[in-house]
């Protein structure tokens, strides 16, 4: 039986795998995906906000040819601090149930080249799972078809194409940028008046500019309501009026929100109104007896609490909770 068994190999993840070697403790890591998987939804040329000292793991130092590391540097630090802790990282295992047993708890864990699903015991479980795999839905007709993605990769597949964008933060300013730097045709569409506050300040002065100038057309206070194949119909909140937007692809870049099923399946109580599952701060466990959260999950719906920079110290935290527990007694008879 496993001491502790991790839900996501995300940074955050990998912290809480490193802690546990350092206090000695059996550790394994289940991802869905890749480790770093999260990090793969990135756009291929961002560069983070982040010096590369705030995103380093268990120190060990993060090298970098410029001021802020790549996407691409970013992944192979990851792997390389997976490789250097010799973290028990279990790619392509998708845990598809968490249940209490005898001592702990029994994981279900699927990968595609196993007949059955893999079951794992361990006395404490992390989830560490992240945001990025459940976008934030436009709940309109049309959402499901091909030319409709939550993701933004890079923009070459876009050229001379008409690209409506729905979003107003960074995700969204950003995609509109390098699709029009490569040849787009780029509607911006957003409910709010004007840009988020929360859109990197090195960026804001170029996206304005783009708008004022007409390169990059935007429809502020206003929803979309409609995705047909060729074509985009929104409402505008000021007037109700209806317009349709010709567009070749739609990049519903709306924010993202944790998938909290497995917490609930094993009995984690959810705030409805934050989205924040009942947990000790300090300690970093729910509800639910050794069961506990790391990285984004603590923060709910407001994604923009917690990042790498602090997410990476929950490990420790965890980690040390869980060696000063005193050992389980077993039940007498």
């Not at 864990?109 to 893999?118: C, D, I, K, R, S």
């Not at 597949?157 to 979003?167: L, T």
């Not at 804001?204 to 057309?217: E, H, Q, W």
Request: hydrophobic letters at 40%; aromatic letters at 8%.
């Amino acid at each position: 039986m496993l001491d502790v068994a991790v839900i996501g190999a995300g940074p955050c993840g990998l912290a809480v795998g490193v802690a546990a070697k350092r206090t000695h403790l059996t550790c394994s890591l289940f991802d869905k995906g890749p480790v770093a998987s999260s990090l793969m939804r990135y756009p291929l040329y961002m560069t983070f906000f982040s010096t590369p000292e705030k995103l380093e793991i268990g120190g060990v130092p993060f090298v970098t040819a410029a001021e802020k590391p790549t996407r691409r540097e970013a992944l192979t630090y990851y792997r390389k601090v997976a490789e250097y802790f010799e973290l028990d990282v279990r790619q392509y295992h998708e845990v598809r149930s968490v249940r209490r047993s005898s001592g702990g708890f029994e994981l279900a864990a699927v990968h595609p080249g196993a007949p059955e699903p893999e079951t794992i015991l361990a006395r404490n479980v992390v989830y560490a799972t992240g945001y990025f795999d459940s976008p934030n839905p436009l709940r309109v007709p049309g959402e499901e078809l091909p030319h409709v993605s939550h993701f933004f990769t890079e923009a070459h597949p876009y050229w001379q194409q008409r690209v409506v964008v729905v979003g107003g933060g960074n995700s969204a300013v950003e995609a509109a940028l390098d699709l029009h730097r490569v040849g787009a045709r780029v509607t911006l569409v957003h409910f709010l008046g004007a840009f988020d506050r929360g859109v990197k300040p090195w960026i804001l002065p170029d996206v304005t500019n783009r708008v004022k100038d007409g390169s990059i057309a935007a429809r502020w206070c206003s929803r979309v309501v409609e995705i047909r194949r060729s074509e985009v119909v929104i409402r505008s909140d000021v007037d109700q009026r209806h317009e349709t937007l010709p567009a070749d692809f739609v990049l519903a870049l709306t924010g993202y929100r944790a998938d909290l099923g497995l917490l609930r399946m094993i009995g984690v109580e959810v705030d409805e109104t934050t989205g924040v599952p009942r947990h000790e701060p300090a300690t970093l466990e729910t509800n639910v007896r050794s069961v506990y959260i790391a990285g984004v999950l603590a923060s709910g719906l407001d994604a923009n609490k917690i990042f790498i920079e602090n997410g990476r110290a929950h490990g420790g935290l965890i980690c040390e909770h869980i060696k000063a527990k005193p050992p389980r007694v077993a039940p007498e008879g």
